[in-house]
Structure formats: structure tokens, C-alpha cells
Nanobody, 118 residues
């Protein structure tokens, strides 16, 4: 199994920046891709950014041009650089791993809270 631990969330003003980190441990070989999701109060969890199995980054329309997903394979860590933050970016952000066996995002971290104040 893979374990995921997110960090880097916090309180930031509109227009500010944060960088989230997701450290993976355990059976890294069992995953094919990583992603960031978020869930705001009263809303469904939504995809923010992900890597395809080939390594291409994909972004939700709402964050294109503002967020950047990256990874450090040597550290087994995925990052989400968030710039020009807006109040609507306020949410609990989760890291997720896509299983090689099921091809589903079925491993999740505990989440890290991002709050953008206006």
C-alpha cells in the first residue's frame, strides 16, 4: 500500500501563494499517477490537477494559469504551487494516487486546509 501525507496548507490573502506538498511512502511502484483534488464545504470533491501515466499535467479550467503541479521523483513527492489565490480556492486539498492494478484514484491523504481571505 501507498501512504500519502499532505502539508503546506494555511491561511492566505487574496492574490497570495501557497505550495502544497504530498509525500508518498510504501509501495510506490503500485501507483501510476498522482493528482490533487479539493473539497469545499457543501460541495463535491473535484479534481484540481493531475499527471497522466505518461507524465503530462492536466488542470481544471478554474485553476489553469494559476496552479502548477510538479514532482520530485527522488523524494517521492508531488507539489501543487498555487498562485493568485481566490476566495473560491478555499477548500480541503487532498493528494491521491492512481493504482496500477485498478487504474482508479483509490489512495488518499488526510488533506490539508487552504483558506483564502478577502
Amino acid at each position: 500500500q501507498v501512504q500519502l501525507v499532505e502539508s503546506g496548507g494555511g491561511l492566505v490573502q487574496v492574490g497570495g501563494s501557497l505550495r502544497l506538498s504530498c509525500a508518498a511512502s510504501g509501495s510506490i511502484f503500485s501507483t501510476v499517477a498522482m493528482a490533487w483534488y479539493r473539497q469545499a464545504p457543501g460541495k463535491q470533491r473535484e479534481l484540481v490537477a493531475r499527471f497522466t501515466p505518461g507524465g503530462t499535467p492536466i488542470y481544471a479550467d478554474s485553476v489553469k494559469g494559476r496552479f502548477t503541479i510538479s514532482r520530485d521523483n527522488a523524494k517521492n513527492t508531488v507539489y501543487l504551487q498555487m498562485n493568485s489565490l481566490k476566495p473560491e480556492d478555499t477548500a480541503l486539498y487532498y493528494c491521491s494516487a492512481r493504482s496500477r492494478a485498478t487504474m482508479a484514484y483509490d489512495t488518499w491523504g488526510q488533506g490539508t486546509q487552504v483558506t483564502v481571505s478577502s
